[in-house]
């Protein structure tokens, strides 16, 4: 066997692995969304079977969740030290501070 073929096959398994990882987080994403969306056309006017505000919170801890495991998955993927996810997320979070 040569070489560098076996870790450009391990590479592709590892590829495919977070392929398939972010496929399934993104189709929970769109998912977590719709339901988010049921949620908020629920209350005009309320519908059965769909879910209630109370369960707004969760899906909301769900969303983030989800969004965490992702940006998670990027850092991975381009290699994104702990430093620099630090600046990436404080730049993040000071983009969403309200103006003074």
Same mark, same amino acid.
């Given at each position: 066997?040569? @070489? #560098? &073929?076996?870790?450009?096959?391990?590479? #592709? !398994? %590892?590829?495919? =692995?977070?392929?398939?990882?972010?496929? =399934?987080?993104?189709?929970?994403?769109?998912?977590?969304?719709?339901? +988010? #969306?049921?949620?908020? %056309?629920? !209350?005009? @006017?309320?519908?059965? /079977?769909?879910?209630? +505000?109370?369960? %707004?919170?969760?899906?909301? $801890?769900? *969303? %983030?969740?989800?969004? =965490?495991? *992702?940006?998670?998955?990027?850092?991975?993927?381009? $290699? *994104?030290?702990?430093?620099? &996810? /630090? *600046?990436?997320? /404080?730049?993040?979070?000071? =983009?969403?501070?309200?103006? &003074?």
């Amino acid at each position: 066997m040569i @070489p #560098h &073929r076996s870790r450009y096959v391990a590479l #592709h !398994f %590892a590829d495919k =692995a977070r392929h398939d990882r972010m496929v =399934a987080l993104v189709e929970r994403m769109l998912e977590l969304s719709k339901q +988010k #969306h049921d949620v908020a %056309a629920a !209350f005009r @006017p309320p519908r059965e /079977g769909v879910r209630l +505000k109370a369960d %707004a919170t969760d899906l909301d $801890g769900e *969303i %983030a969740a989800t969004d =965490a495991e *992702i940006d998670n998955l990027v850092y991975e993927l381009y $290699g *994104i030290s702990d430093e620099e &996810r /630090g *600046i990436i997320e /404080g730049s993040q979070a000071d =983009a969403r501070q309200p103006p &003074r």
